[in-house]
């Protein structure tokens, strides 16, 4: 929601400035220009990433409009669904937590928080790093290498999206250049003309450079900026999970290993050790 309203306010404050200084925006209006930069941006997107790439980009980028996920509610769910869980393993023993994880979403406790469950990527990790506890002998060390590979898998995958828009990004005003010079060609074709008539199309030419600069540096630059933030939280949602799950391994009490997870959160979204306690003892 705040990019939409980011967006806005760019848009808002060009068009207000343009304008006071008596610009007319019909001039900014060139569908052709529009169509170069778009069109060749569009274009070899498509040609410098797989189908994969390119559905997971648009994925991400509506999902950039809808903002973070991020918040201490959610936090504090999957806080509250890991002591629960962890205490009913403590009363009846690990193995009685099998039901739970084969089948997450018709689990008694597991149904409980939906935030966890909406994370699809969060509840695989949680449920297939529990089956792992489950078959016993591994030893500590070797299931948090195992963690650590599934998150910098996760991370470097879900990363592929930013970069994607971002060499876009960078990429428009160069392709604003390109539209700017076609313009200049197509001046140059009008050089016998009134002043008045080459003036409109330099102009009209200059629009394409205007546009590649704004849609780099003012819309889709800070959208790849907001994406990349967005991956990073969601990566501490998977660090909170792996530091809670360690614990529990070792043998902390459900508590404390509720504990060790809640130093893994940002402190943007850090609930206190009294929220926590409060939350998990309800």
Not at 124 to 138: A, E, N, P, Q, V
Not at 251 to 275: C, D, K, N, Q
């Amino acid at each position: 929601m705040f990019a939409i309203i980011g967006i806005v306010v760019v848009l808002g404050s060009l068009v207000a400035g343009y304008t006071m200084h008596g610009g007319q925006l019909l001039v900014l209006w060139q569908i052709s220009e529009f169509i170069i930069i778009g069109g060749a941006a569009i274009g070899a997107f498509i040609v410098a990433n797989p189908m994969t790439i390119i559905q997971a980009t648009i994925k991400k980028t509506l999902g950039t409009l809808k903002g973070s996920p991020a918040s201490k509610k959610n936090y504090l769910e999957l806080l509250q669904m890991m002591y629960e869980l962890f205490m009913f393993s403590k009363r009846e023993g690990v193995i009685a937590i099998e039901p739970h994880i084969e089948k997450p979403k018709e689990s008694s406790i597991l149904s409980k928080y939906p935030s966890f469950l909406a994370n699809h990527h969060a509840v695989d990790f949680f449920c297939d790093t529990m089956k792992i506890i489950l078959s016993g002998g591994l030893p500590v060390y070797d299931l948090e290498e195992l963690m650590d590979i599934d998150l910098d898998t996760q991370h470097h995958q879900e990363a592929k999206p930013a970069e994607a828009l971002n060499t876009m990004s960078d990429a428009f005003p160069g392709l604003g250049i390109v539209a700017a010079v076609l313009g200049v060609v197509i001046t140059m074709g009008k050089i016998d003309q009134p002043p008045a008539i080459i003036g409109q199309s330099v102009g009209a030419a200059l629009v394409g450079t205007f546009i590649g600069i704004l849609l780099c540096y003012g819309v889709v630059g800070p959208l790849v900026k907001n994406m990349e933030n967005i991956t990073h939280d969601e990566h501490q949602y998977m660090m909170c999970i792996k530091a809670s799950l360690l614990s529990f391994v070792k043998g902390a009490p459900p508590l404390v290993a509720v504990e060790f997870g809640r130093r893994a959160i940002s402190l943007y979204f850090r609930p206190t050790y009294e929220e926590t306690e409060q939350a998990v003892k309800k």
